[in-house]
């Protein structure tokens, strides 16, 4: 199973809403990542775990908490966002985390939408 | 932080034609790669090229690196519809962190 997933495909909150985003990988990764991607823009880096463990936090504001109950799953918690937080919400995992980085596999991503 | 940038952003090609595009960064790396995202999708990993290497072939994928010139280049052979997409360059650096270029757009004409 080469595959990430990720849920919901598409999400539409309010700014008082709580919500979460999921990420699941079966392949024995060990490293799993967050990235925001807006419009014709690259992915941005969120977060990094490792082993379960936050080992990069890219400055990102507190209304997005991330979370990693377990090696396959990795969530993200949302609160308090902001319209401009509106992007595609990419989820990604790689072998391990070592310098220079081996290829990552993304998952399709949810779009979200802060009305 | 965006290391990469690539040129061109945009390429329109007919079937069957070649489609290079090229990137160049900043800093020393330990590999470079290339993704391939469909609109509004997942990035897919194409390939990935060491810093020791100089060229690297995957289908009809041909990736070069010039260290000296800090720039890469990907060339897509016998382009197909399905090549449609964006192509993004991503540098590997010792601060284990995936810096992504710009991203050149290619659109791939029947």
């Known amino acids: 199973d080469t595959e990430v997933t990720q849920t919901p495909k598409h999400l539409v909150m309010g700014m008082t809403n709580k919500k979460s985003l999921k990420c699941e990988q079966h392949m024995g990764h060990r490293a799993m990542y967050w990235y925001k991607q807006k419009a014709k823009k690259p992915p941005e880096l969120m977060f990094v775990y490792s082993y379960e463990k936050l080992s990069i936090n890219e400055s990102v504001p507190s209304r997005f908490s991330p979370e990693c109950p377990n090696s396959s799953l990795l969530n993200l918690h949302l609160h308090a966002l902001q319209p401009e937080d509106s992007a595609l919400y990419l989820c990604?995992?790689?072998?391990?985390?070592?310098?220079?980085?081996?290829?990552?596999?993304f998952g399709p991503g949810t779009r979200l939408t802060v009305t | 932080s965006q290391q990469g940038e690539e040129d061109p952003q945009a390429l329109s090609i007919q079937e069957g034609e070649n489609a290079t595009m090229n990137c160049s960064y900043k800093?020393?790396?330990?590999?470079l790669q290339w993704y391939r995202q469909n609109s509004g999708r997942g990035l897919v990993h194409l390939i990935l090229i060491r810093s020791n290497e100089r060229e690297k072939h995957s289908g009809r994928l041909r990736v070069t690196l010039d260290t000296s010139k800090k720039s890469s280049s990907l060339l897509i052979t016998a382009s197909r519809a399905a090549d449609t997409a964006s192509y993004f360059c991503a540098t590997g650096t010792n601060d284990y962190k995936l810096s992504f270029g710009a991203g050149t757009t290619v659109t791939v004409r029947a």
């Open positions: 800093t020393s790396i330990n590999n």
């Open positions: 990604a995992s790689s072998l391990n985390l070592q310098e220079g980085l081996d290829e990552q596999y």
